[in-house]
């Protein structure tokens, strides 16, 4: 189904009736999170704005391994429990984004000198597929070593290698998620605001009223809520600090992890490694490089400042060269690197490995936080968060149920996706002559939006220009960010709305041009317009180089 009548507002008149309207609820953070509590919120029929101080999925959201999973590892903690509802979540969300979430075969090679012995992993994957029962997504097998070099013939030669297994679980695209759930709380009316912070929030007799900050121009305003979710991730304990009179209770963790995009060297397959010291190595094939990570260090600094750094690189890239050595990865297969920082739920005693990843809710009536947790559970911790507002706002559960297992995100009601699929590429080969890698991507990106989309080219064909010969992005998704997905910067579309700082080149040479464009949506000036070319080339430097 089309969602052709749908709106979607520009940020002057969301900007311009958030004084104006009293919210049910406001969700500070506009990372998965906080996207997901507006969903989930919106669908119970209720009155919703969610404010994001920097870009919505800047935080941690953006900057993750891209499963969704069950999260295999934990099964080492004895964490039953979380991997149960992960894998179950996996299945949820994985179905109702079938755009961009797939499922994978993951490999996993064994050495002698891994930690793990085979009968251990044995077990590990029996109860991984068992514990995401009804929702299994496919069958692990175990492997010999024969059977492992038959299937993955990279490992081939490696003397130590002892033999190996297959398991599944699901890649998906981590800021586009982010994204959906935050337009299918605008489809249902809420009003978000990215580059508005709330820097102060307070009860008065009506509820809770909050200062918000335009970053872009320093304009303050106050808003009015009956319930405030504070959902900023490794920002949690800041954001309850925030409030007037209000002891902060929350104490988060926070452990950096690095990936690389680095040259295709290995195979098509997804790859989980333990490395000698017992961390897993991720590779994911994505187009046509790969994505490998991650680390696991705790960070003491400004959250904001994360990035990283030449060890994390050279961590990888040992890992990498120790587990395949013909591969000799160096520096010069590297093609970009990135840092977040995962919000965990401080345990005492307890170091950055075996922390917990599940989710805690803090409860204090009219101000909750929920913290913790994964991509991979947002839509559970969401309903966590809005089954207790409910109960808090004094409405009734029963007609203000959580339906966000079943009902399709924007621009993923497909009636059945490989038709439509099918259907797609023949068109749009058709028509507009693209690229089968450049349809795949039209596809993932937006789904039953694509006429929307579409309409853009059909007034203006040059838009069907590629923006970067590296990669399959054209024209028309840099007006399309710009109009309909709150993209305010040039590193917003190039980062975010889609991953070209993560290809070859990382987007440097089209900055231009993507600047030109969004200067006509937005009536830059020349001089705005500079200055947004600059940050990005500094942002690449900064927080995505290879030191
Ligand atoms: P964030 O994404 O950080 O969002 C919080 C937001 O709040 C930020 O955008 C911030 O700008 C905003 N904010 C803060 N203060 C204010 C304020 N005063 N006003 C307005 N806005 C404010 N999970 C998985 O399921 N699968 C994976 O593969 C996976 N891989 C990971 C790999 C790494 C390296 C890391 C670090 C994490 C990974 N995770 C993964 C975990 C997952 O990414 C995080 O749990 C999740 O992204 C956290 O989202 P969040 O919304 O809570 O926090």
Same mark, same amino acid.
């Given at each position: 189904?089309?969602?052709?009548?749908?709106?979607?507002?520009?940020?002057?008149?969301?900007?311009?009736?958030?004084?104006?309207?009293?919210?049910?609820?406001?969700?500070?953070?506009?990372?998965?999170?906080?996207?997901?509590?507006?969903?989930?919120?919106?669908?119970?029929?209720?009155?919703?704005?969610?404010?994001?101080?920097?870009?919505?999925?800047?935080?941690?959201?953006?900057?993750?391994?891209?499963?969704?999973?069950?999260?295999?590892?934990?099964?080492?903690?004895?964490?039953?429990?979380?991997?149960?509802?992960?894998?179950?979540?996996?299945?949820?969300?994985?179905?109702?984004?079938?755009?961009?979430?797939?499922?994978?075969?993951?490999?996993?090679?064994?050495?002698?000198?891994?930690?793990?012995?085979?009968?251990?992993?044995?077990?590990?994957?029996?109860?991984?597929?068992?514990?995401?029962?009804?929702?299994?997504?496919?069958?692990?097998?175990?492997?010999?070593?024969?059977?492992?070099?038959?299937?993955?013939?990279?490992?081939?030669?490696?003397?130590?290698?002892?033999?190996?297994?297959?398991?599944?679980?699901?890649?998906?695209?981590?800021?586009?998620?982010?994204?959906?759930?935050?337009?299918?709380?605008?489809?249902?009316?809420?009003?978000?605001?990215?580059?508005?912070?709330?820097?102060?929030?307070?009860?008065?007799?009506?509820?809770?009223?909050?200062?918000?900050?335009?970053?872009?121009?320093?304009?303050?305003?106050?808003?009015?809520?009956?319930?405030?979710?504070?959902?900023?991730?490794?920002?949690?304990?800041?954001?309850?600090?925030?409030?007037?009179?209000? $002891?902060?209770?929350?104490? #988060?963790?926070?452990?950096? =992890?690095?990936?690389? /995009?680095?040259? !295709?060297?290995?195979? %098509?397959?997804?790859?989980?490694?333990?490395?000698?010291?017992?961390?897993?190595?991720?590779?994911?094939?994505?187009?046509?490089?790969?994505?490998?990570?991650?680390?696991?260090?705790?960070?003491?600094?400004?959250?904001?400042?994360?990035?990283?750094?030449?060890?994390?690189?050279?961590?990888?890239?040992?890992?990498?060269?120790?587990?395949?050595?013909?591969?000799?990865?160096?520096?010069?297969?590297?093609?970009?690197?990135?840092?977040?920082?995962?919000?965990?739920?401080?345990?005492?005693?307890?170091?950055?490995?075996?922390?917990?990843?599940?989710?805690?809710?803090? $409860?204090?009536?009219?101000? #909750?936080?929920?913290?913790? =947790?994964?991509?991979? /559970?947002?839509? !559970?911790?969401?309903? %966590?968060?809005?089954?207790?507002?409910?109960?808090?706002?004094?409405?009734?559960?029963?007609?203000?149920?959580?339906?966000?297992?079943?009902?399709?995100?924007?621009?993923?009601?497909?009636?059945?996706?490989?038709?439509?699929?099918?259907?797609?590429?023949?068109?749009?080969?058709?028509?507009?002559?693209?690229?089968?890698?450049?349809?795949?991507?039209?596809?993932?990106?937006?789904?039953?939006?694509?006429?929307?989309?579409?309409?853009?080219?059909?007034?203006?064909?040059?838009?069907?220009?590629?923006?970067?010969?590296?990669?399959?992005?054209?024209?028309?998704?840099?007006?399309?960010?710009?109009?309909?997905?709150?993209?305010?910067?040039?590193?917003?579309?190039?980062?975010?709305?889609?991953?070209?700082?993560?290809?070859?080149?990382?987007?440097?040479?089209?900055?231009?041009?993507?600047?030109?464009?969004?200067?006509?949506?937005?009536?830059?000036?020349?001089?705005?317009?500079?200055?947004?070319?600059?940050?990005?080339?500094?942002?690449?430097?900064?927080?995505?180089?290879?030191?």
């Amino acid at each position: 189904m089309l969602t052709d009548n749908i709106v979607i507002p520009n940020r002057d008149e969301i900007k311009s009736r958030i004084s104006e309207r009293e919210y049910d609820v406001v969700v500070i953070g506009g990372g998965i999170t906080g996207a997901g509590v507006l969903r989930d919120a919106t669908l119970r029929g209720l009155n919703v704005a969610l404010f994001e101080k920097g870009d919505f999925s800047s935080g941690t959201s953006s900057e993750s391994t891209k499963l969704l999973h069950g999260g295999l590892r934990y099964l080492k903690n004895y964490e039953f429990k979380l991997v149960r509802e992960a894998a179950l979540e996996r299945k949820i969300v994985a179905d109702l984004t079938p755009n961009f979430s797939t499922v994978k075969k993951f490999m996993i090679p064994m050495y002698k000198w891994t930690p793990e012995k085979l009968w251990m992993l044995r077990i590990g994957l029996w109860f991984y597929d068992l514990l995401a029962w009804p929702k299994q997504i496919g069958k692990h097998k175990t492997l010999s070593k024969q059977k492992l070099i038959e299937q993955f013939p990279i490992v081939e030669g490696e003397e130590d290698l002892i033999g190996g297994a297959y398991y599944h679980d699901v890649e998906t695209n981590d800021s586009r998620l982010v994204l959906l759930n935050l337009l299918s709380g605008v489809a249902g009316h809420a009003d978000v605001l990215n580059y508005t912070e709330v820097t102060h929030w307070e009860r008065d007799e009506n509820g809770i009223k909050l200062n918000v900050k335009d970053v872009e121009t320093g304009e303050e305003t106050e808003v009015h809520t009956k319930l405030l979710v504070n959902a900023t991730g490794p920002w949690s304990h800041e954001t309850e600090a925030l409030g007037k009179d209000f $002891d902060p209770k929350i104490h #988060i963790r926070r452990t950096k =992890g690095v990936h690389l /995009t680095v040259k !295709k060297k290995l195979t %098509d397959y997804c790859v989980l490694l333990a490395n000698k010291d017992d961390r897993p190595i991720f590779i994911l094939p994505w187009d046509d490089f790969d994505i490998v990570g991650t680390t696991d260090t705790d960070w003491k600094l400004p959250s904001e400042e994360v990035k990283p750094e030449k060890e994390d690189l050279d961590y990888i890239l040992d890992a990498l060269n120790t587990l395949f050595p013909t591969a000799k990865y160096t520096r010069k297969d590297v093609y970009s690197a990135w840092a977040g920082l995962r919000p965990l739920v401080y345990q005492p005693g307890k170091d950055e490995k075996k922390t917990s990843r599940e989710h805690t809710v803090k $409860d204090y009536g009219d101000v #909750i936080t929920i913290a913790g =947790g994964k991509m991979t /559970t947002h839509r !559970k911790m969401a309903k %966590d968060v809005m089954d207790r507002a409910i109960k808090n706002l004094g409405l009734s559960p029963s007609s203000h149920k959580c339906v966000t297992d079943s009902v399709p995100f924007f621009s993923t009601d497909f009636e059945d996706y490989e038709t439509f699929k099918e259907q797609s590429y023949k068109d749009l080969k058709e028509k507009y002559n693209l690229s089968e890698k450049t349809i795949r991507v039209l596809l993932q990106h937006y789904g039953t939006e694509i006429p929307r989309l579409t309409a853009l080219i059909d007034e203006d064909k040059s838009l069907t220009e590629i923006i970067d010969q590296n990669a399959p992005f054209i024209m028309a998704q840099v007006v399309y960010s710009t109009r309909y997905e709150f993209a305010r910067t040039v590193t917003d579309v190039l980062r975010r709305r889609f991953q070209m700082a993560f290809y070859k080149g990382q987007g440097l040479s089209s900055v231009d041009k993507v600047a030109e464009t969004m200067a006509k949506e937005l009536n830059w000036s020349e001089e705005t317009k500079n200055q947004m070319k600059n940050d990005y080339v500094e942002y690449v430097k900064n927080f995505m180089g290879t030191p």
